[in-house]
């Protein structure tokens, strides 16, 4: 069976910007991939060029087999693409925009019928959908619109930053949405900002830095390879120096402890990388007690996709989108979004 999607040396360039320099990347049938990075990383240049909005410069990208390149308009009958700013004619209501979106698919008027109620009905849509989508809430109207890339059946959905802007709750009712949508065999490529949106769908993760794909796994095997669990420790609100580096030394012995570094920026607060165990808080507590320092706060946490970036680029997701917003190119921008 062919993959769901196959993406393999992508590029693409607008004038003298490298969007996508080297994206390749393959989508398993019946999964949620998602794909991580900052603004600018090159994430909605690759989906703009999956859905046969923007053309490759190199590269094959191909849909259940289907050449997106060569065969475009057949790869577009293969897909959903949702994207990331909801377009909805305010006048029409929800159940008038679902026709017609389904005329542009030429769905025969039963099955569309069908379909509309369907849809409407696994989007908990019904009570809304004889209203003005200018009514909507924000969440209302992601959800019609996901509804819209699903009515004419897509091997794959492709959605670009689908809860970007909504508020917890919302989220949530999307979340299960992809995660049924995935159980009954559609495949969702996503993109998203949210880290823990990311770490809670998808199956599989690509991280993109630059045009580039740096990483790719299972959220559990890029977070194993980072190292073992991330440890915080105060010895006081704000420590001497000294006593820091007296604690750094004496945590720094113990057999389980990987990495330990101080914080100055955090009152010399303690940065601790450790094997995975369930006695490692209450033995670094002992140990500190044994030594006569006290324990203000410690904390453990499991390794996030955020470290997984940061041991890759030695930058965060956050440093990096602060990095990009003052790289931008505006008339790269208003090319892409013109093409």
Not at 71 to 79: F, G, I, M, V
Not at 150 to 171: C, F, M, N, Y
Not at 224 to 235: H, K, M, P, Y
Not at 274 to 283: F, I, M, R
């Amino acid at each position: 069976m062919a993959p769901a999607v196959l993406i393999q040396n992508l590029q693409k360039r607008y004038g003298p910007v490298e969007a996508v320099k080297d994206v390749s990347l393959t989508v398993e049938p019946g999964q949620i991939f998602g794909l991580l990075g900052p603004n600018g990383a090159g994430k909605t240049t690759t989906l703009r060029c999956l859905c046969t909005l923007t053309k490759p410069d190199l590269g094959i990208v191909e849909v259940a087999g289907v050449s997106a390149i060569k065969n475009p308009k057949k790869a577009r009958q293969l897909l959903g693409y949702v994207a990331q700013e909801v377009a909805l004619d305010k006048v029409l209501t929800g159940r008038e925009l679902l026709q017609l979106q389904a005329a542009l698919y030429h769905l025969p008027r039963a099955v569309a019928a069908e379909r509309i109620k369907a849809t409407l009905a696994l989007l908990d849509l019904d009570n809304y959908a004889d209203q003005k989508t200018g009514t909507y809430s924000g969440g209302l109207r992601k959800r019609l619109d996901l509804a819209a890339g699903l009515l004419h059946q897509p091997v794959v959905l492709v959605l670009d930053e689908p809860t970007v802007g909504l508020d917890i709750e919302s989220r949530r009712v999307i979340w299960d949405f992809l995660r049924q949508l995935r159980d009954s065999g559609t495949t969702v490529l996503m993109t998203s900002h949210y880290l823990e949106e990311i770490d809670a769908l998808a199956d599989r993760v690509a991280i993109i830095d630059q045009g580039k794909v740096i990483a790719e796994g299972t959220p559990s095997e890029l977070k194993d390879q980072v190292g073992g669990d991330r440890i915080t420790l105060r010895i006081r609100e704000f420590a001497p120096l000294d006593e820091a580096e007296k604690a750094k030394a004496m945590i720094q012995a113990l057999p389980f402890v990987q990495d330990v570094l101080i914080n100055p920026d955090q009152g010399n607060s303690l940065n601790l990388v450790v094997v995975p165990q369930s006695e490692a808080l209450s033995t670094i507590q002992q140990a500190l007690k044994e030594v006569g320092l006290p324990t203000f706060g410690i904390a453990q946490a499991r390794p996030s996709l955020d470290d997984v970036y940061l041991a890759a680029t030695g930058r965060t997701l956050l440093d990096a989108d602060v990095a990009a917003s003052g790289k931008r190119d505006p008339k790269a921008e208003r090319k892409q979004n013109m093409r």
